[in-house]
């Protein structure tokens, strides 16, 4: 099967909206907690959370056109701080109602039953319920002109998790400690870890590592 940009083109509008999303394969599933000026909460997800660097640890989220009110855009950049709160997979059905088109006034915390969570460092509310939460910072944004998309950067302030989730290699037991996989919109998975190889070096077989 050979599918070509104008077959894509000429798509229903839903199937090629869920054929497009799914093309990148898994993605992590986020909570992404902000607050306005007055301290109203906001919660959304989203499944465009992509690693930036990590010296310094920055991390960047995509948001769609600012044609609509875009709350989560919108508190960032007016506070500049904001959390992303990985999902667990007995959190997903709730994750997934904040993509629901809440007015600015309804917290998603209180509709989808969430607990705002704060730290001394941040205004922005983590999720009480999520073991592995970032605090991050407002650096910069980028138009993508191509479809008005907005690529934002953050820089990493704080990270909250149990300290037997980090791994002494810096690793992150993701599959343990619950962090959800999205593929296009609406279908989720859990993680599962299939191997750990070591340092890729031309003429060898990466090394299988606990």
Known sequence: MR?????????????????????????????????????????????????????????????????VARHTYDNIRRRGQYTINHVPPAMVQRAHQTSAKYPAEISEFDACGFTPQYTPLLSAPYVEESSIKIGLEYVEEYLIEVNNTILLIGKVLEVLLPEAAMLASGHINMEEWGSTAVNGLDTYYSAERLIRLGYARPGQQPESMV
């Open 3 to 67: 599918i070509l940009f104008t077959d894509i083109m000429q798509m229903e509008r839903l199937v090629r909206q869920a054929f497009a999303n799914g093309l990148s394969g898994f993605r992590p599933a986020v909570l992404v907690g902000t607050a306005n000026a007055a301290g109203q909460t906001n919660l959304a997800l989203f499944n465009s959370l992509t690693h930036i660097g990590a010296n310094p640890p920055y991390l960047g989220l995509l948001f769609r056109p600012t044609t």
